[in-house]
């Protein structure tokens, strides 16, 4: 594993991921959210939760370092916060001491990676539109809060052949579907790239990756 | 049918799907709840169709929603819909679904273990990957006592993939359900060795989780883990077992030095900065190398330096301190978590001769810190290095008290209670700065409005709580009482919170007291202790008016005791010391447990209402007990008086009577001596109040940092010291006459145990019942999971017990039945016994055919492990019914009930023997009632006999005593009496569980004949 610092900077929006107590958050404040928290909480005290963790990642400067002592939020002072900045993007895991920090940097490396091959460079929409197949790949990495597998190989062999199940299920009756999704996305000013449904694509050049 | 599949999608193209949503909501950022509102009305319409395709859609734009943290726990039984599609892409979605919304108390996860029990065994391994990742977010305890099974089938499974989740998910089911994690170790510790590294990372997850929490019944692991370090080459799995070793190292000694070795090699070898850190931080051998790590220039790895440096301080305090430049150092860091880390290290660094310097710094980051987060954080962080083990460091408490004055001015600080209870502590702990103390006190009341600027939010005027009491109690030591009282009963204390307001009150009537007593001591007129009553008098109906009870009742109590004190005093005679008398006595500092600590007296039941609660008035009197905190209990009875009504005076004297006579009789009261009242003499008093302005002036001088001057003294005074030291060593190197070389110059470093402190401090340690040790454990908290989880492995081997059942198969059909096969699910506690070499699943064959009308018995052995409870298990019965022309396979699904009879054997027993068991004491007792029995007592003996496998030992006459002993040798006796149509039934046993199932199992027996 190599611990690389990626850089991206034409995203509008931030996002963040958590581990929260052997378990991940991923978060984006302005419009949307992902998250995955692995101890279950009411839906107020997670939001609490994200907001304060965006609130304690977005205000620190870049050259500090990358771990953040847990507030009572998250469970005391045993957990604490780690997280990577890529341009507006946070990935924050939240981990408890049996965790080693920095191997949690090299596994948000890995999922970052990993999200970058499964979308064909990724980029902040594809994790905006399509947060259910962020969870999907998340699981093959993370599952009940705990680390399941560090190899990115491993994690894309298994995450491509379950989209490829899904795919010969939708078979003739999917075809449809998606041309209209495909239909309805051409017309959106709004996304400019290819969200890669079916096979129409429209590729924007000029846009920097992770890697 | 396809045409109906493709119309279907047609319909389903016009629904949003979850792209559409966040585009929408992106869309609507003005009227966003608005626009999520018809959306789920939307959802709500789609969840009602029939196709499935437009319910996942539905669902999966749900899970959404409830990431925004809207509720969807509506839409619980739709997702369990879902999650029992056939297709793989809406399993999905449902198990997405459910892992994101289902938590303990959805009740619909009850339904869903047979599904998930059908996806586990599903041939499609991703069906079975979905189910064990949402299960692993969703278990339950029931649902992992259910499953347990299931999944440690999939741990054997053939494909890596399941194996590793199923191997993770372990850990999960072990929290929910402890039981399980004797029976699925031995497999647990099978797949440390797996052949592949994914499931082996896995296995060692899950064991370095569950030896964190107990090491020591993991140690047994340690030679296997030790051969994985010098074998694995995976870093993940390394720094795991690396972080194991360091839990596991303090319990054995000698597995240190065996590490060093291996670790040393990965240090040298490895590449990796993370495994690097861990394999440093385990050893902890080089505190040198840590300065390095402390001084790079990358945050993250100082961060981390520093981190190690404070579990290396927990052994090592002494080479940690060397590099206490350093750690103060990066105090000044930008980075606030590296400050954090440096507080939490200078906690531990902390000693007599380096604590008021180190304070010093704290106190000037105080200054300078931005953002009350980190100024509270040094806040606590000033008091907990002050009062750690306590106070053994401080030398000076003057010095303490006046850190502790400096705190308050911090604006706008949460921890105002904390300096509060410390300024308490040190003050009626250490009885020699009490002076001192309370003049600072003083100080603080009469500079109350610089506290409370703004007085709701901020916490800060928790101090004054702490000041009007410490004045109060000790007045005695108070110089100007005249000016505090004045202090204490401005207007302005009315805006106080009420529980301060309360203390303020109850402490000015103590002032009182004492400034009575100082005026009645001087010989002039009598007019000035009048004067001092009037004061109370009239500035005390304010606070008779406060809305909180507390304030109300206390201020109504004394203004009444004033207005006759100063009746009494109209009449010239002497009160002061009856006054005082209403206060005296000394509090002593009670440890927080030691209420606990003193036993309950035979007889005392506390939960009995001593009187029954009257009805009408419980939540005033609740309203009451709850405001204003009390901190000490004597405080509190003294205050059981009668609340506020119009009395006259003669009721008055009556009241006051009666109140002697009580304090005559209560042991915290000194009797106030009767000759005192009548003598008077009126004594002149200075005018009180020009001197107090001229005091207030002067403490607006005093308000500066004072902690500094401390510093400065100990200094000078430490320099004292030593020069008196070296005289005397000075001295006596002459005595011996100028021989040998004379040292010139500084004497050196002082050493720890040259500091003497300034006063001979008494610290008075809490009082705490004889037999009583502070480090009971009773802190831990019992909701923990992992103290189930602490199930010693190696020691207790599987108790596997045997029972043989008997089945009789009967052929009812004219038809010829053959090839049976009889199969149960073995649950975690029963198993059916399988020949060597059968999967866990499968069947027994049934070693006869049976002809039409035929009957036929078989049997088979189920191993029991625990027998406490019944149990039901599930079976199928499989066979082929052969007919003339054709044969049909027909399937009988049975349940098979073992009951806790089951697990007894009729065993004789001799009455001697029998009597010796019942005295022994092990046993423990039940009884059962049984009614409108009308059977012969004989066959009544016989029933239970037969029914439930026990021996009659002893009859006589309508009374019998019986025996049984279950498989596992508990022993179980009945005395069984008789008398008109009502049996009782006294039974012991030395597993009250077990007994009490077999008795219900017995009168279920009688209500059914």
């Not at chain 2, 150092?329 to 660094?349: N, P, V």
């Amino acid at each position: 594993m190599s611990v690389e610092k990626g850089h991206l900077d034409s995203f509008k929006h931030k996002c963040c991921e958590d581990l929260y107590q052997k378990l991940y958050i991923l978060v984006f404040p302005c419009t949307l959210t992902v998250f995955v928290i692995y101890v279950p909480q009411n839906e107020d005290t997670e939001q609490q939760i994200i907001r304060e963790t965006f609130h304690l990642v977005s205000k620190r400067d870049e050259n500090v370092c990358n771990f953040l002592e847990g507030g009572m939020l998250i469970g005391g002072s045993e957990n604490r916060l780690i997280y990577r900045h890529y341009a507006t993007l946070y990935f924050v895991f939240c981990v408890d001491s049996s965790e080693s920090e920095l191997g949690i940097l090299d596994l948000i490396q890995v999922f970052v990676e990993t999200l970058d091959k499964c979308f064909e460079n990724v980029c902040e929409l594809d994790l905006i539109f399509h947060v259910d197949k962020v969870h999907n790949i998340l699981a093959e990495m993370v599952m009940g809060g705990m680390v399941l597998e560090t190899n990115m190989n491993e994690i894309i062999i298994q995450v491509d052949a379950q989209n490829k199940m899904e795919k010969s299920e939708a078979g003739i009756a999917g075809a449809p579907a998606r041309a209209v999704s495909a239909v309805k996305n051409m017309n959106l000013p709004e996304m400019p790239r290819n969200i890669n449904i079916g096979d129409i694509s429209i590729k924007v050049p000029n846009l920097p990756s992770f890697k | 049918m396809a045409l109906k599949i493709v119309k279907g999608s047609i319909d389903r193209m016009f629904d949003k799907n979850l792209q559409d949503l966040v585009r929408g909501i992106r869309n609507h950022k003005e009227d966003e709840a608005k626009y999520i509102s018809t959306c789920i009305d939307e959802i709500k319409q789609e969840l009602k169709q029939d196709n499935i395709a437009v319910k996942a859609n539905a669902v999966c734009k749900l899970t959404y929603l409830q990431m925004l943290g809207y509720d969807v726990s509506w839409a619980a039984f739709n997702i369990v819909e879902v999650m029992s599609s056939s297709k793989f892409t809406y399993k999905r979605i449902g198990y997405l679904a459910a892992s994101q919304c289902f938590h303990e108390s959805t009740d619909v996860i009850m339904l869903t273990t047979n599904q998930i029990r059908k996806d586990l065994s599903s041939p499609n391994q991703y069906d079975t990957g979905v189910a064990l990742t949402g299960l692993s977010c969703f278990v339950t305890p029931d649902l992992a006592r259910d499953l347990a099974n299931d999944i440690m089938t999939l741990m054997s499974h053939t494909k890596p993939y399941i194996r590793k989740k199923a191997v993770l998910i372990m850990y999960k089911v072990f929290l929910k359900y402890p039981e399980s994690l004797r029976p699925a170790f031995p497999r647990l510790k099978e797949k440390l060795e797996d052949p592949d590294p994914g499931v082996q990372s896995a296995a060692v997850n899950v064991i370095c989780e569950l030896a964190r929490r107990n090491p020591k019944n993991y140690l047994s692991l340690a030679p296997l883990f030790f051969k994985l370090m010098t074998s694995s080459t995976n870093n993940w799995v390394l720094i795991k077992i690396i972080k194991l070793f360091g839990a596991l190292t303090p319990l054995e000694p000698r597995l240190g030095k065996k590490l060093i070795e291996p670790l040393t090699n990965l240090i040298h070898s490895t590449s990796a900065m993370s495994l690097l850190y861990e394999c440093v931080n385990t050893v902890i051998l080089c505190v040198q190398k840590l300065r390095i790590l402390i001084e790079d220039s990358d945050q993250n790895l100082k961060y981390l330096g520093l981190l190690a440096m404070s579990k290396i301080l927990k052994t090592h305090p002494k080479s940690v301190q060397s590099h206490k430049d350093l750690i103060l150092q990066c105090l000044d860091d930008k980075d606030e978590s590296i400050r954090l880390r440096a507080l939490d290290l200078l906690y531990g660094m902390v000693s007599k001769k380096n604590l008021m310097e180190i304070v010093k710094k704290l106190m000037l980051h105080v200054d300078k810190a931005e953002g009350t987060t980190y100024r509270d954080e040094l806040l606590t962080k000033i008091i907990d290095i002050c009062s750690q083990s306590n106070y053994q460091y401080i030398t000076n408490f003057e010095w303490y008290i006046s850190i502790l004055v400096e705190l308050t001015r911090l604006e706008g600080t949460r921890h105002g209670h904390l300096i509060a209870s410390q300024m308490l502590d040190v003050a009626i702990r250490v009885k020699a700065i009490r002076a001192f103390a309370v003049a600072q006190m003083a100080t603080l009341l009469d500079n109350a409005h610089l506290l409370t600027g703004n007085t709701q939010r901020n916490g800060i005027c928790e101090v004054l709580y702490a000041a009007a009491w410490i004045c109060g109690e000790f007045s005695e030591h108070l110089e100007e009482p005249m000016a505090t009282l004045e202090a204490m009963l401005r207007p302005k204390v009315a805006t106080l919170p009420g529980h301060i307001q309360a203390v303020y009150v109850q402490n000015a009537a103590k002032l009182f007291a004492t400034v009575l007593r100082g005026q009645e001591g001087v010989p002039a007129d009598s007019t000035v202790a009048q004067e001092t009553s009037q004061l109370l008098i009239d500035r005390l109906p304010l606070f008779v008016q406060s809305s909180n009870l507390e304030v109300q009742e206390r201020a109504s109590c004394i203004l009444q005791l004033v207005k006759y004190i100063q009746k009494l005093q109209q009449k010239d005679v002497e009160v002061a010391e009856e006054v005082t008398a209403l206060f005296a006595g000394e509090l002593n500092p009670v440890a927080p447990k030691a209420q606990k600590k003193v036993p309950v007296p035979e007889g005392l039941d506390l939960d009995v209402w001593i009187n029954e609660p009257p009805s009408g008035s419980e939540s005033e009197d609740e309203g009451r007990k709850s405001k204003g905190k009390a901190v000490f209990a004597k405080e509190e009875s003294r205050h059981t008086k009668p609340r506020y009504t119009e009395v006259d005076e003669k009721e008055l004297a009556k009241r006051r009577e009666v109140r002697k006579a009580e304090q005559a009789n209560n042991p915290f009261y000194i009797k106030a001596s009767p000759s005192s009242q009548k003598h008077s003499v009126s004594k002149p008093n200075p005018s009180p109040s020009f001197s107090l302005r001229l005091c207030h002036t002067l403490t607006h001088l005093l308000w500066m940092p004072m902690s500094d001057q401390y510093v400065k003294l100990e200094e000078e005074r430490r320099e004292r010291n030593k020069a008196d030291k070296k005289k005397k060593k000075d001295k006596k190197k002459r005595e011996k006459g100028e021989k040998g070389h004379r040292r010139r110059g500084d004497s050196g470093p002082e050493s720890e145990e040259d500091i003497t402190p300034a006063h001979m401090v008494d610290i008075v340690t809490e009082e705490m019942p004889e037999n009583a040790l502070p480090s009971d454990d009773d802190d831990k908290d019992p909701n923990d999971p992992h103290k189930a989880l602490n199930i010693d492995l190696d020691n207790c081997p599987l108790m596997d017990y045997q029972v043989v059942v008997s089945v009789i198969f009967e052929n009812k059909c004219d038809s010829f039945i053959k090839s049976m096969e009889f199969n149960v699910l073995d649950s975690l506690n029963s198993k059916l016994q399988r020949p060597d070499g059968a999967g866990p699943h499968d069947g027994l064959i049934v070693p006869f055919q049976l002809p039409p009308g035929i009957s036929n018995e078989a049997r088979f052995i189920f191993s029991v492990q625990n027998i406490m409870m019944p149990q039901k298990l599930k079976g199928t019965l499989t066979f082929i019914v052969k007919t003339d022309d054709s044969s049909t396979h027909e399937k009988l699904d049975f349940k098979l009930h073992f009951t806790c009879t089951s697990y007894l054997i009729t065993t004789p027993c001799y009455s001697d023997a029998y009597s010796k068991l019942l005295e022994s004491g092990d046993l423990k007792g039940c009884s059962l009632k049984l009614e409108g029995v009308n059977q012969p007592f004989h066959h009544l003996l016989a029933r239970i006999c037969f029914h439930h496998h026990f021996s009659v030992v002893e009859r006589i006459d309508s009374c019998a005593s019986m025996y049984s002993r279950s498989i596992q040798g508990h022993h179980m006796c009945l005395l069984v009496k008789t008398a008109d149509q009502t049996v009782s039934i006294d039974a012991k046993c030395d597993e009250p569980g077990l007994l009490g199932n077999v008795l219900d199992e017995i009168k279920l027996t009688f209500s059914q004949c």
